[in-house]
C-alpha cells in the first residue's frame, strides 16, 4: 500500500468552520530551484528553520522514486532507505532529524527518522504500514497507521503513541506539528478531503471556502501560521491561514502553484507548476 504523491486523498469533518467566500491573494517573495538534470523533480514537501527543504525526486534512468534533501545553500541530496524500493521524505527540523517513509519489496510501508544521517525504522505496532510525516524541535512525531482501507493518525512523545482520529471515519493523516505539539492534517471521506488542526484531544475544522474536492493542511508553525493546497480536480493551490483568514499563494505566469510546509521564520516550500510536466521548487516568505 503506497502513500500518494502529495497526498491528495484525506480526510474529515470534524467541527463546523465559517470563514469568508474568496481569499486574498498573499504577497510573496520566491526563489525557486530545480534538481539535478538526472533527476526529475516530483514533490516539494517540508522545511526546516534553517532552510533545508525536502521532498521527492524520480532517477530518470533507473525511474526509482527517492527522497531529496536541498540545503539551505542549494546542495541537493539523494537518499534511499535500506532494503526499500520507493523512499519519500516528509519533514525536517534544524536539529538533524528527517522523517519519511519507505515501500520495501513486499509492499509494506514503514516510516522512518534520519538524525544526522542514521536510519531508524518506526512501525507502529502490529500495524500493516507506517507512514510518517512531521518532526517537531523536541523531537515529537506524527504519522499514520493501517491498512485495507482503515488509515487512522497518531502523535509519538517519548516513546508514548497517542490517537489522532475520529471514530466515524476510515482514513486520518496528521501531517505536521509545532512545538507546542499543536498538529495540522487532513482526512478523507468519500471524495472530499477535510482539514484540521488537532491539540489536546480536541479538533479544529479548518477548511478553504467552496473547494471542489477539499482542504489538505500541510504544515503549521510556532506562530500558528498554517500552510495547505485546496483541491480542484487534479490540481491543487496553495494558501497560508493566519487569524482566521485565508491567503492564495500564486507564482506568476504558473498553472498552479502547491504548498509543502512551513517553519518557524515563515519561510514556506513549495512546487510551482509551469507548462506541460514542467516544475520548479520554492521557498518563499509571504505576507
Known sequence: MGFPRSVFAFLISLLSFSAALHAAKASCTFDTFTVPSK????????????????????DNQSLALLGFMRSPTGDI?????PQSTTTWLYGDNATGTSVGSDLDSGSKVHGFTLVNGNF?????????????????????LVGSYGGAGV???????????NSINDP?????????????????GSALSGWMNYGFLWQNGKFTAINYPKSKYGTILLGINNSGVI???????DKAFGFLYENGAFKSI???????????????NGLISGQVYLTGASSLGYTALCK
Open 39 to 58: 533527476y526529475t523533480l516530483i514533490a516539494v514537501q517540508g522545511i526546516a528553520d534553517d532552510g533545508t527543504v525536502v521532498g521527492q525526486v524520480q
Open 77 to 81: 541530496t539523494v537518499y534511499s532507505a
Open 120 to 140: 531508524t525504522a518506526i512501525d507502529y505496532p502490529k500495524a500493516a504500514n507506517t507512514w510518517l510525516f512531521g518532526v517537531n524541535h523536541v523531537g515529537a
Open 151 to 161: 488509515v487512522k493518525g497518531f502523535l509519538l512523545v517519548n516513546g508514548q503513541y
Open 168 to 184: 466515524g471515519q476510515q482514513v486520518t493523516y496528521p501531517m505536521a506539528v509545532n512545538d507546542n505539539n499543536a498538529v495540522v
Open 227 to 233: 500552510v495547505g493546497n485546496r483541491i480542484s480536480a
Open 250 to 264: 500564486t507564482y506568476s505566469g504558473a498553472s498552479y502553484t502547491v504548498v509543502g510546509g512551513i517553519n518557524n
